[in-house]
């Protein structure tokens, strides 16, 4: 018994050092936001929320943050429709090669990133669409669609199909069938893949390396050139604030997972 207590001991410290590991940074970035000096240093020159306000002064700042949003959104939108409907077409159809298809779709997951952004860049470069709006969206939406084809297509397995059939013999037709009784189903699934697809192009910062021009720079770029080309305290305060963002989302996923689990406990097909 002791053996055992001393054992689980163990893990719960072993698990708290990986989460101090994994947390230090952050840890070590929040108070030098509120540094009231001009210099990323310990001891603290006093607390401020100057770097905050610069933040949300610089129209530099304040247009980084806009094109993040906007082509964020722009990318959500479209990777959630094209992931949702990637992800009925592999769970509800049977076809040859559907272990093959989806391995494509997922590749952009297990490619690195690097490599990627380095084709899409020499295949836009061709079509016109660098340093562009529409290629940074395009760009973006190939790398989170994958997210949402997970997200939904792990929904989908739950999904009782004689809901569908009973639909069918009913006289609604396909797409009736899908917005009255399809998509209700795996709404969470949908929403955690909208979540997941805006998290990936708001935090992607390869591509936009390679892709945008000087008036689609994105949050991400524009934190990485101020590291490499000026090294201000205001990029700490744009850290925390994507940390703030990134909790977020955590919440939001928690919470769609929670909703799916209660939906599940009351579909019929339990009882």
Request: charged content about 10%.
């Amino acid at each position: 018994m002791h053996a055992l207590v001393s054992w689980q001991n163990l893990n719960r410290c072993a698990a708290a050092l990986v989460l101090l590991f994994l947390v230090a940074p952050i840890l070590a970035i929040v108070p030098l936001s509120f540094n009231g000096g001009s210099f990323l240093s310990y001891p603290l020159d006093g607390f401020s929320l100057r770097w905050y306000s610069e933040v949300f002064e610089s129209p530099r700042w304040l247009l980084a943050l806009k094109n993040s949003v906007l082509i964020g959104l722009a990318s959500m939108v479209l990777a959630t429709s094209l992931g949702t409907l990637a992800a009925l077409g592999l769970n509800l159809a049977q076809f040859r090669f559907k272990g093959l298809l989806l391995a494509l779709l997922l590749s952009p997951m297990i490619v690195p990133t690097v490599i990627t952004a380095v084709g899409v860049y020499f295949l836009f470069s061709t079509l016109g669409l660098t340093s562009t709006f529409t290629g940074m969206v395009l760009a973006h939406t190939a790398l989170a669609t994958p997210f949402v084809v997970i997200a939904v297509n792990a929904t989908l397995q739950g999904l009782d199909r004689s809901l569908l059939r009973a639909a069918a013999s009913l006289g609604a037709g396909p797409v009736h069938t899908f917005r009255r009784v399809t998509l209700p189903l795996i709404l969470p699934g949908v929403a955690s893949g909208a979540v997941f697809a805006f998290a990936t192009s708001f935090d992607e910062v390869v591509v936009s390396l390679l892709l945008a021009g000087p008036e689609q720079r994105t949050l991400p770029r524009e934190m990485f050139s101020g590291v490499r080309e000026n090294l201000s305290p205001s990029i700490t305060a744009v850290a925390f604030l994507l940390t703030l963002l990134s909790t977020l989302f955590l919440l939001t996923l928690g919470w769609l997972q929670r909703y799916a689990s209660r939906m599940a406990a009351k579909s019929p097909s339990t009882h």
